[in-house]
C-alpha cells in the first residue's frame, strides 16, 4: 500500500467512525520571544521589569537566552481564538510595564547589534535553580555566541485531545490506547513533521534579510547586499532556521533519532553525558567562576536545537528526559515559526489553525522509521528550502527522487482538507479550510509568502531591514497602546502573578540548603 493510500484509509476510517468533533478541542499554547529595545532600535540594558515579576517563577512573562529577551507563555487553551486574546492580553500588560518607551522587536532576526558584549544574559537570581538557568547560558554564549542567542522565535505547543485516541486506535487496530500509544503516535508525527517540516519554513519563514551587524564582519556566501543597509539571501524563507540560525554547524555531528522514545531518550541521555573536547577547553569552573555546567556535548536536554520536540511537564528539579521516561509524551513543541512581522503578537490564528492540521496529517501519515540516508536527505531539503525555498522551480528530494517544491506542497495541502473538515464539524465559517485556502494561495504565488511580503515592503519604501523592524515595532506598541478597551481583570491577574513570582523567588532562594556545587551534582545524578 503506498503512503498516500495507508493516509487515505486512516482518514477514511475516522471520519466513518463518525465521533462527533473527533479532533476537536485539542490543547494550543504558544511560547512567543522578542527582544526589548530602546525607541532607537538597540538592545536594552535594563533589567528585566520588576513589574512583570520574577523571571524565575513567573509562568506567563520569563525571559529565554538574555535578559533583554522576553518571553510570553500562554496556557493551553481548547480553542484558537482564546489563545491569541490571552496572548494579545500579555502583550498589552507588557507593554504597561516596560520602561523608558522601549519596544517589543517585531521579527525574529535582531536589531542593530554591537557584538556579544552587547547583549546581557539573563539573571534568575541568587538560588540554586536560577544561578543553573544563567551558568546554562554562559554555556550557551561561550558554545555558539550570544549574537545567535539573541534570535527570537515563536513555539506552537499541541496536544490532541483525549477523545481522538481511542478513534485513532481503532482505525490502526491497535489492541491498546493508553499512554505507550499516544507515545508512539508521537513520534509518528515526530518523523513525519521531520519530512514534511519544510513547508511550515516556506509559508511561514519571515526572515530573508538582516542587518549586517548579525555577522560582526564574517563574509557568508550567498548573502547580498540589500540596499540600503541589509543583506539578503534573495530566495530564502528563514534565514533564523538556516546555516546562519539554529541550524549551524554547531551541533551538524548531533544525531537524535526520533524513531521511538526509548531511542530518543538514549540519544540525548548520551549527548548530556559524553564530553566534547572543543567544550573541555572553555573549562567548567574556572577561577572560582562556572562558564557552563559542564563540558558534554549538550549542557542539558534544552541545548539540543530541533524543528520539533516531544514533551512533558517535568515536576520541580526533574530532567526533560526523565519526564518523557516516567509518563510518556503528552504534547509536543513545533519550534520552526518566525516571529511574524505582520502580527502584533508574533503569530496570528490562520498560521495556528494550519499548524494543528499538520499535526494531525503528519500523525496519519504512514511513518516507518528513519534511518541516516533518509535523514540526511531531509536535512537537506530542509536547509535548501530556509535559504532558496522561494526559488522558482526548486526541486527538493524525497526518497531519493527530485520533486518540485510546489508540486510536493500541493499534495500536502490537498491532503489537508478532509482533517480541516473535520476541526471545522459544525462551524459555518469553516475557519480551518479558510486557514488552508490561505496557504494554498502562497503555494500559487510566492508573492504572498511572509519573506517576499517583507523584502517588497523594504523595497518600496526604500528602508533597511533594521528600518523596516524599527517601523513595525512601533506600529505594535502603538496597537498595544492604543487599544480602547482592554481586559481590565486579566490585567490585574496578571499583575497579581507577578507579585506573587516575586514572593515565591524569595522564598526559594531562602529555602535553599545545599551548595551549588552540590546542587548541579545531584540534579545530573537524578
Known sequence: MSLDRAFEKRLAGIINAR??????????????????????GQISRAPHPRTLGSALTN??????????????????????????????????????????DELLWATS?????KGDASIPIARFGSSNVGRMKTVYREGLGHRYGRVMQAIAGVHFNYSFPDHFWPVLAEVLQSRESGQAFRSESYFSLLRNYRRHGWIVLYLFGNSPAICPSFLQGRKVDGLEPLEPGSLYAPYATSLRMSDLGYRNKSQAGLSVSVNSLDHYVRDLTAAISTPNPDYEKIG????GQYRQLNANILQIENEYYSFIRPKRVTRSG??????????GVQYVEMRSLDVSAFDPVGVNQNKLRFLEAFAAFCALRDSRPIENPEQDELDGNHAIVAREGRRPGLLLLREGRDIKLRDWATEIIDSMRGLCELLDEGDAQRPYLNALELQEEKIRDVALTPAARSLHEMRTNGESFFNFALRMSKVHQSYFKDLLSPNSSRQEEFAAEAAESIEQQARIEASDTLSFDEYLARYFAA
Open 109 to 113: 532576526m535582531p536589531c542593530a547589534i
Open 19 to 40: 465521533a462527533k468533533g473527533v479532533l476537536q478541542g485539542g490543547l494550543k499554547g504558544v511560547e512567543r520571544e522578542s527582544l526589548r529595545v530602546t525607541p532607537g
Open 59 to 100: 509562568e506567563h512573562v520569563t525571559t529565554d537566552y538574555s535578559e533583554a529577551l522576553i518571553e510570553l507563555v500562554t496556557p493551553p487553551f481548547a480553542h484558537t481564538w482564546q489563545l491569541v486574546q490571552y496572548l494579545a492580553d500579555l502583550h498589552r500588560f507588557v507593554y504597561t510595564n516596560l520602561p523608558d
Open 318 to 327: 526533574e530532567r526533560p528526559t526523565k519526564a518523557l521516561r516516567r509518563a
Open 284 to 287: 567548567v569552573k574556572v577561577d
